[in-house]
């Protein structure tokens, strides 16, 4: 079969080759893939960032959803000819993270979804909505769930208040579908207006041009008249943490989910104004099947940037690493 293998690290060392077929032992199941999203997550892993000593050859990618076809001894939970996707660390069922569930992180702490066939944890594999295409349901499993954790698990978001999304990479235009089903307000940031208008067609109810305007944490708490955003995704890390801490309120929440850019924080407003600034690492399956269930109910349709053919994986990460896609950014068998 085929898989993708990071040779060296650097999208050079990306390398299509034929690898041994799997085969599931007891408790396993055996997947065949037919669509794989992308992540920022993924190119770090290839550039070397995420884990420079990551050991080569190693199989990428924490997202994908397919067709179970063979499940070995003892499984109960799936059948052959169910549509799933794998959990992105495979033993974060539920309850608190933990060292060992981090250490289960498709992709990153263990060999990903980069294949024809992959062989997962029979327990760590939930079905997909049945309304979406085999390219949206591949999306779900790192960039939805982190969303649905930091606003809604942890959040408790409710109708009626205010967030603010950074950019529209998938992480944050979750946030802004999950956001908008609940019945909140949303303002966004970007520094294209053409993606902002698209936000808008989403259901932003403001968006803010940091280019144009820097400043704009003072903006997004003047458009709240003066009170601040009840929370915030935030996807910059240090390098816009301080307009974040600027426009959220008092009380208010901050989910900590990307290091997008670097920087000092100076952590005063965050004693000051009294505010939760919460990291978010993905989710465990529960929240999975929890969100799964909200995205069925509501017939939420994932914004998918564009679809490429497996084997021009590398091509898709070039254009993540451009900056010019808008959602999530698929792969098709």
């Known amino acids: 079969m085929k898989a993708f293998l990071l040779k060296s690290f650097g999208l050079d060392g990306l390398s299509m080759e034929d690898v041994p077929d799997v085969q599931p032992g007891p408790g396993q199941v055996l997947v065949k893939m037919r669509a794989w999203s992308l992540n920022y997550r993924d190119l770090l892993v290839v550039r070397g960032i995420y884990a420079p000593k990551l050991k080569l050859p190693f199989q990428i990618l924490s997202d994908g959803v397919g067709e179970i076809a063979a499940i070995g001894a003892g499984v109960t939970r799936v059948k052959p000819g169910d549509r799933v996707a794998g959990i992105f660390m495979q033993d974060w069922r539920e309850g608190e ?38 390219e949206e349901a591949a999306t779900l499993p790192c960039a939805a769930v982190t969303a649905w954790h930091a606003l809604v698990t942890c959040g408790h978001l409710a109708a009626g208040e205010t967030i603010l999304v950074q950019g529209t990479g998938g992480v944050s235009i979750f946030a802004l579908q999950f956001a908008r089903m609940f019945g909140a307000r949303v303002i966004a940031t970007s520094s294209s207006d053409k993606k902002l208008e698209r936000v808008r067609d989403l259901g932003a109810s403001d968006v803010i041009n940091y280019k144009t305007t820097p400043d704009w944490g003072r903006m997004a708490r003047d458009l709240t ?29 901050i989910s900590l989910i990307g290091v997008l850019t670097g920087g000092t924080v100076n952590p005063i407003p965050i004693l000051m104004k009294n505010i939760t600034v919460q990291g978010i690492y ?18 939420l349709k994932p914004v998918v940037d564009r679809v490429f053919p497996f084997s021009e994986l590398p091509q898709a990460l070039r254009h993540m690493e451009s900056g010019a896609h808008f959602g999530k950014i698929v792969l098709k068998a």
């Open 282 to 299: 993905v989710g465990s399956r529960v929240m999975f099947e929890a969100m799964n269930a909200a995205i069925s109910f509501a017939g």
């Open 97 to 134: 993270p933990s060292q060992e569930k981090s250490a289960s992180a498709l992709g990153g702490a263990v060999p990903g979804v980069a294949a024809e066939y992959v062989v997962l944890d029979s327990e760590g594999v939930v079905p997909v909505p049945q309304h979406l295409s085999d």
């Open 225 to 253: 008249g003066l009170t601040g955003v009840d929370h915030i995704v935030e996807v910059g890390g240090a390098g816009t943490l301080a307009q974040s801490l600027d426009a959220v309120r008092i009380g208010g929440r």
